[in-house]
Structure formats: structure tokens, C-alpha cells
């Protein structure tokens, strides 16, 4: 999982440098679908639960499983990268959420606070905690900071499929879950709205967006748990919580 992890990082950042005014979002999902194979792995959201692509793209008011669908982005556009790879039978799924040029103040700061309740929720993934530790973390970083937390998508168990439990909502109480153990590996993704909650899914069966019109974004890490701590698999950094 940690080989898987990495190379679904560099996946990820290839697909981070194709985010530009004029790049459709068929043309990133044609890159993922490449640079997952040229790595040896196979595309794990192709044919998941009847997914039709390789990466899911959510643009602006779109939360989580957009499809990908020849959409032109734009300059300013927010654009949220969800990519799942496996390797040798084992799972690594990872998110990012992106501003296209040059985006508005609120939109930055949307990006930076679920960015940094991504942080927040691995640091608490200790040894020892709760389920809920995360939860807490997540929630009370992106409320105090006058955003809202998507409920009825989590956060997840992951290692031979993509969704393992336990679950891993984004909102909850300390002390409340399942026991964080040495072993656990989870897929923790912050879901955040820049307006109120809820959510609606599109026609096609997949796409969720904002029921108020307003933006999104999302951030995730597929992580390990360690006697010594929280092990961040998805990312070409050194796999520390502070690194996130």
C-alpha cells in the first residue's frame, strides 16, 4: 500500500500541472486512465459500482463523483481531483481540489481550511483514539471557520477494496467510534461546502452538487496507522502527519 500510495501521488501531480483555463475535463480523465497504466496499475474507479471513468472531476458547485464529461474549465474555476489506483490487489485513493489561475479570495480560503482540516484529522488518527477524534477535528476546523461539512459521505476503511470499514464521517464527538489501532489503514476526505450542506445528485446517478449553488471542496489521504503514529501513503513528501 505504501508503493501504491506513492504512485498514485505522482499520478496526481501530473494530473495537478493539466488543471488549466481550456483543459476539458475528458482530457484529464485520458491522463489519469495513462498514467495509471503506465505505472503498472489498474484504474480503480473504471467500472466501480458501474463508475464510467478512470478519475472523478468535480467542477465549482459539483461536491464528489463528478464524470467526466468534456467540460472546458475555466479561469477561476475550482476543480476537485478524486483518483483510486490498484496495485498488486491493494487499493490507494486520494483527492485534491485545485483553483484554475487565478481564483477568488474565498474560493483560496475554502481551498486552504479543508486542506488544513485534512491535517487536523490525521494528526488525531493516534493510536489509541477514536474514530470520532477524526470527526471532531474535521468539523470544528471547517464550522469555526464559517464553512459547512457534506453530510452522508465519508471518509473509509481501505486496503483490497476501496471501501473497507470503518466509516470515517467527517463530523462526530472525541471519544465516540471505533478504536484507532496499529494496522488501520483509512482514507480520511474532507467534504466541504462554502454554503450550507446539502446536497443533490444529478440525473446521471453520480454527480452530487450543492443544493445552494455554491462551491465545494474536497481533500483526501489514504493513511496508515503505526505504533508511532498516523503514516501518510499518498504523498511524495516524507509520510508525516505535519506534511499533509
Known amino acids: 500500500m505504501r508503493h501504491a500510495g506513492r504512485l498514485l501521488a505522482e499520478v496526481l501531480e501530473v494530473l495537478a500541472q493539466l488543471v488549466q483555463p481550456g483543459a476539458t475535463t475528458s482530457e484529464l480523465d485520458?491522463?489519469?486512465?495513462r498514467e495509471i497504466r503506465r505505472r503498472g496499475c489498474f484504474p480503480g474507479f473504471l467500472g466501480y459500482d458501474g463508475f464510467p471513468k478512470h478519475l472523478c472531476v468535480s467542477v465549482n458547485d459539483q461536491v464528489v463523483h463528478g464524470?467526466?464529461?468534456?467540460?472546458?474549465?475555466k479561469e477561476g474555476d475550482l476543480?476537485?481531483?478524486?483518483?483510486?489506483?490498484?496495485?498488486?490487489?491493494?487499493?490507494a485513493d486520494a483527492g485534491i481540489t485545485l483553483g484554475c489561475g487565478q481564483i477568488e479570495p474565498?474560493?483560496?480560503r475554502l481551498i486552504e481550511v479543508t486542506r488544513e482540516a485534512l491535517r487536523l484529522g490525521i494528526a488525531a488518527a493516534q493510536p489509541g483514539n477514536r474514530i470520532g477524534d477524526i470527526s471532531h477535528a474535521v468539523q470544528s476546523h471547517v464550522e469555526k471557520n464559517g464553512f459547512s461539512i457534506v453530510r452522508g459521505y465519508t471518509g473509509h476503511g481501505i486496503g483490497r477494496d476501496m471501501h473497507e470499514?470503518?466509516?470515517?464521517?467527517n463530523h462526530g464527538t472525541s471519544g465516540k467510534g471505533v478504536?484507532?489501532?496499529p494496522g488501520l489503514c483509512i482514507a480520511i476526505e474532507p467534504i466541504v461546502n462554502e454554503g450550507e450542506p446539502g446536497t443533490?445528485?444529478?440525473?446521471?446517478?453520480?454527480?452530487v452538487v450543492t443544493a445552494d449553488g455554491r462551491r465545494s471542496c474536497y481533500f483526501e489521504h489514504s493513511i496508515a496507522i503505526t505504533e508511532?503514529?498516523?503514516?501518510?501513503l499518498t504523498t511524495l513528501a516524507p509520510r508525516v502527519a505535519s506534511l499533509a
Request: glycine share 8%.
Open 30 to 33: 485520458r491522463a489519469a486512465n
Open 67 to 73: 464524470i467526466p464529461d468534456g467540460l472546458r474549465i
Open 79 to 91: 476543480v476537485s481531483l478524486d483518483c483510486g489506483l490498484v496495485y498488486r490487489d491493494w487499493w
Open 106 to 108: 474565498e474560493s483560496a
Open 165 to 169: 470499514d470503518p466509516e470515517v464521517p
Open 179 to 181: 478504536e484507532i489501532r
Open 200 to 207: 443533490v445528485v444529478r440525473p446521471d446517478g453520480w454527480t
Open 228 to 232: 508511532s503514529g498516523p503514516e501518510v
